[in-house]
């Protein structure tokens, strides 16, 4: 059966991090590639990280109906596109889905005994802020828009499954990995 997995958490909390790791030890759970209008970083793979679009081609994603939730963040335009969640139920596996806070929630809403909502915290906001910058993929003021966003962040996290702090990584991808196989095993 399928569930869908969904990250969430502050800007640099770590998410992308934590997710390639619990794909590496998973190989049955599907990652959702969400579309985006944000510019890809060096790193990223169109198609893989995410579906780079113009203003435009997202635009009318939403016309034609093919998210399943879509949000506004750090002025740019994220979504999870229906096509890749019906992919994972049609093959009957389970979808890791990274997602900001409100996306998350929505997904709940939306598939209420399906969803299980993970949230990473950063140990402090002062760690956050230093692994933004030593990310080094932002600007100042994007970076210090991102740290905006959090207090409205941790404030909804109380609505999640399950919180893990990402203080030591290899401690926090066991925790993650933890729910997630709980969670497979009663999803029969
Ligand atoms: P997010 O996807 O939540 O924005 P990232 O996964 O990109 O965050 O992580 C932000 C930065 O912090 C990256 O440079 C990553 O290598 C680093 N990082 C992630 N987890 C840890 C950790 N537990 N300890 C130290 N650095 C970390
Ligand atoms: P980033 O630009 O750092 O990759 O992502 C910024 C924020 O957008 C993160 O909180 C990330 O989880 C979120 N995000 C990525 N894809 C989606 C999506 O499909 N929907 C929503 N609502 N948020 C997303």
Not at 40 to 60: A, C, H, I, P, V
Not at 124 to 142: C, D, G, H, P, V
Not at 167 to 183: E, F, G, P, S, T
């Amino acid at each position: 059966m399928s569930r869908l997995i969904v990250i969430s958490g502050p800007s640099g909390c770590g998410k992308t991090t934590i997710a390639r790791e619990i794909l590496q030890r998973h190989a049955e759970i599907l990652f959702a590639v969400s579309a985006t209008t944000r510019p890809k970083r060096s790193y990223e793979m169109n198609g893989k990280d995410y579906f780079f679009l113009t203003k435009n081609e997202f635009e009318q994603k939403i016309r034609l109906n093919e998210l399943v939730e879509w949000e506004q963040i750090y002025g740019e335009y994220y979504g999870s596109l229906k096509s890749e969640i019906d992919r994972a139920f049609e093959e009957g596996r389970s979808l890791l889905l990274d997602v900001d806070v409100k996306g998350a929630l929505s997904i709940k809403t939306k598939y209420p005994s399906d969803s299980i909502l993970i949230f990473i915290k950063p140990p402090s906001m002062e760690i956050l802020r230093s692994r933004l910058m030593n990310r080094k993929t932002e600007t100042t003021e994007a970076l210090n828009r991102r740290l905006e966003r959090v207090t409205m962040e941790m404030e909804r996290s109380k609505e999640f499954n399950f919180s893990i702090i990402n203080d030591d990584l290899a401690q926090a991808v066991d925790n993650v990995d933890r729910i997630i196989n709980r969670a497979m095993e009663t999803a029969v």
